[in-house]
């Protein structure tokens, strides 16, 4: 009779005999990839959509790209936590997820561009741009979904 294999392999790593990751690090890889992903995503969404799917000069894109950060890591990290809970708590990762994300995401981009400091504020500014943020919300959330379903099936 031989003896199991110790054969290193991505399902199997030899700090981790499972295979599995423990769900502390489940939630920080989900949030991480929302934290570094979702802000360059949304921005160059916001980028291509508000200068008419124009082919944008490299250097105005990556400017966008790392001017979204400054606004969009609040609801990066409101993303990525709604993913995680989602995934871990409710063991639900259907595509409900990152839409509900999206719409969250998006008012908390738009509340942190205005800072309201009433609500009827809020909606009377919010209406012009909040379109344009939902769509590049959900787009960026949707990305961000599909890397970070192989952390949510690991249960």
Excluded: Q
């Amino acid at each position: 009779m031989n003896p199991p294999s110790r054969i290193v392999t991505p399902e199997r790593r030899s700090d981790d005999v499972g295979g599995t990751l423990s769900p502390f690090w489940r939630v920080l890889s989900i949030v991480s990839v929302f934290l570094v992903l979702w802000p360059p995503i949304c921005g160059s969404v916001v980028w291509w959509v508000k200068f008419d799917n124009a082919a944008p000069m490299l250097g105005w894109l990556v400017a966008a790209m790392i001017y979204a950060y400054l606004f969009c890591v609040p609801s990066a990290l409101l993303a990525g936590i709604v993913h995680a809970v989602a995934a871990l708590s409710f063991r639900h990762y259907s595509i409900l997820v990152p839409i509900a994300a999206g719409v969250l995401a998006a008012v908390l981009i738009e509340m942190v561009i205005v800072k309201p400091f009433l609500l009827r504020e809020l909606a009377d500014k919010a209406m012009s741009s909040l379109e344009l943020l939902l769509f590049a919300s959900l787009i960026a959330s949707v990305i961000c979904w599909r890397l970070t379903r192989r952390f949510a099936r690991m249960a």
